[in-house]
Every structure is written in structure tokens, then in C-alpha cells.
């Protein structure tokens, strides 16, 4: 199935999960994690099942000023 991660197109397994994304991306923490503009807490990455054209924000956070 296809996804966009930060705006760029995957290609996922079906059945695949937001941990599955995440692992594809090698995100390291910290990042927060969103689906359809959906924020996903860390504790519900692998059992957050994805659909075809979803769309997967990982965000890291920035600092300064």
C-alpha cells in the first residue's frame, strides 16, 4: 500500500503499522508521530494499523528561539 511520510510517498506492506513506518524512516527519538493530523501517542505506534494514502507526520522538536 502507499503512504506519505513527511510528504513523500512509501511503499508499505499491507497491514503494516505506524511502528512499521517509523522503522522504515529509522526516525531516532525524540519525534512525536501523527496520522491524518492525528497525534499517536508512542504507546499505540504498533497497533495503529495503516490505510492506503495515509497520511504520517514525524515530527522532531526544535529548539531555540
Known amino acids: 500500500m502507499n503512504v ?3 510528504q513523500t510517498r512509501h511503499t508499505l506492506a499491507e497491514g503494516a503499522t ?3 513506518a517509523i522503522e ?3 526516525a531516532r527519538a525524540p519525534f512525536a508521530a501523527a496520522v491524518n493530523l492525528q497525534f499517536v501517542p508512542q504507546t499505540r505506534y504498533s497497533q495503529t494499523r495503516l490505510q492506503h494514502d495515509d497520511r504520517i507526520d514525524i515530527i522532531a522538536p526544535v529548539t531555540g528561539g
Open 4 to 6: 506519505i511520510i513527511n
Open 18 to 20: 505506524l511502528a512499521d
Open 24 to 26: 522504515l524512516l529509522q
